[in-house]
């Protein structure tokens, strides 16, 4: 399904929102294991706390258009990259009752959006980068998340945004795999995160950040299109997307209850 990442030993690993979470445990593995980073996130200073010497750190904000242009034309035009990981994303609960529009472009435009215009430079480098080097590792992993399975309560700009970021790498895996590009979607479960920390419920099969690192990078050394953890946990969400309508609904309100959250509050 992909062209497997055999070694991380000097593979050139471009981290899209390095700065914390995920990204940043993910930064410390891939380190670790040999490769050669370049990290981005708009949090410079968080990322120079990573103490990852040798890794390239870039300030960039992924809603500035202008900006991310710059910084892919630096990269891509001098030692390029060969694997892209994007995980720059935020979340905010946002329900019916609390909706605010702001917050909801907000998420649109960092989850979702902000992919569009990195692709309008990502897919010409790969595609050229593809015919002078077919055999070469690497391509574009996006991180989206079981949120975007089915419909779930206070995910009402965050499910959707991942719902359309899987859609994106399915498409885009259809097109490109054929021509030696990888294409990786990436669904984590509950991660304890700084994202995460504002849920005020019990977040079933809660993992840390080292743990969802651990499970990428093994997974992108895979041939699978799809990485997804915790099992114990995607496996059910996973069955949740075949039930018919008639049945998922009334499921999810009576496991809900009246206070609409996906598990039971926290003392």
């Not at 708009?42 to 710059?70: F, T, Y």
């Not at 899987?166 to 994202?195: C, K, N, Y």
């Not at 075949?242 to 209850?257: E, H, M, V």
């Amino acid at each position: 399904m992909n062209p497997p990442i055999r070694s991380w030993r000097g593979l050139r690993v471009w981290i899209i929102g390095a700065s914390s979470g995920i990204g940043a445990a993910l930064a410390h593995e891939l380190s670790r294991q040999g490769a050669e980073l370049i990290l981005s996130a708009r949090r410079l200073e968080a990322m120079q706390g990573l103490g990852l010497s040798k890794a390239k750190l870039i300030r960039l904000d992924v809603c500035d258009p202008q900006r991310l242009a710059e910084v892919c034309g630096e990269l891509l035009a001098s030692d390029g990259v060969d694997l892209v990981v994007w995980m720059a994303g935020i979340y905010r609960p946002l329900s019916s009752a609390s909706y605010k529009l702001e917050d909801a472009l907000d998420m649109t435009r960092t989850n979702y959006v902000a992919l569009l215009y990195a692709l309008e430079h990502l897919l010409p480098y790969f595609l050229n980068r593809s015919q002078k080097h077919p055999k070469a590792s690497g391509g574009l992993a996006i991180v989206s998340s079981v949120a975007g399975f089915r419909g779930l309560p206070k995910a009402l700009a965050y499910g959707p945004t991942k719902a359309a970021l899987s859609h994106l790498a399915e498409v885009l895996h259809l097109e490109l795999a054929p021509q030696g590009i990888g294409v990786w979607v990436i669904h984590p479960g509950f991660v304890q995160t700084p994202a995460t920390a504002i849920n005020d419920f019990t977040m079933p099969a809660l993992i840390s950040a080292e743990q969802a690192a651990l499970e990428i990078a093994g997974g992108l050394q895979k041939a699978a299109f799809e990485i997804h953890f915790p099992r114990r946990f995607t496996y059910l969400m996973k069955a949740l997307r075949l039930l018919p309508d008639r049945i998922y609904f009334p499921l999810l309100r009576r496991a809900l209850g009246p206070t609409g959250s996906v598990a039971a509050k926290k003392p």
